[in-house]
C-alpha cells in the first residue's frame, strides 16, 4: 500500500533554514508528481511545491524564492529545502501523492518559525 513519511520539522527561528524529507513506498515512485502541502492553525490546507516526473518544479507564490523541491528517485524520497523561513511558515507539513484519482497523504511534520 501507498506510504509517505515525513521527517525533518523542528523549531526553527526566523531566517532559519530547514530540510524536509518524505520517504515513498508502494507506488512506481518515478512515475508521479509529489507536492509538499502544509496547513497551519485554523486555515485550510494549501500546497506549497509540486515537482513533477522530469524535475519540473511549481511553487505557491508564498514560497517562491524561498523553497526548493527536490527529488532522489533511487532513494524513493522528495525533499523540501526552506530558507529565509518566517513565522508565517509555522505549520504541520505534508507530502501528497496522486494515484488513479485518490490522494495520498503522509502523517505530517511540524514545523514552527519562532524566536
Known amino acids: 500500500q501507498v506510504q509517505l513519511v515525513e521527517s525533518g520539522g523542528n523549531l526553527v527561528q526566523p531566517g532559519g533554514s530547514l530540510r524536509l524529507s518524505c520517504a515513498a513506498s508502494?507506488?512506481?515512485?518515478?512515475?508521479?508528481?509529489m507536492s509538499w502541502y502544509r496547513q497551519a492553525p485554523g486555515k485550510e490546507r494549501e500546497r506549497v511545491a509540486t515537482?513533477?516526473?522530469?524535475?519540473?518544479?511549481n511553487y505557491a507564490d508564498s514560497v517562491k524564492g524561498r523553497f526548493a523541491i527536490s527529488r532522489d528517485n533511487a532513494k524513493n524520497t522528495v525533499y523540501l529545502q526552506m530558507g529565509s523561513l518566517k513565522p508565517e511558515d509555522t505549520a504541520v507539513y505534508y507530502c501528497?501523492?496522486?494515484?488513479?484519482?485518490?490522494?495520498?497523504w503522509g502523517q505530517g511534520t511540524q514545523v514552527t518559525v519562532s524566536s
Open positions: 501528497s501523492v496522486f494515484i488513479s484519482f485518490q490522494t495520498f
Open positions: 515537482i513533477g516526473t522530469g524535475d519540473g518544479t
Open positions: 508502494g507506488f512506481p515512485f518515478s512515475n508521479y508528481a
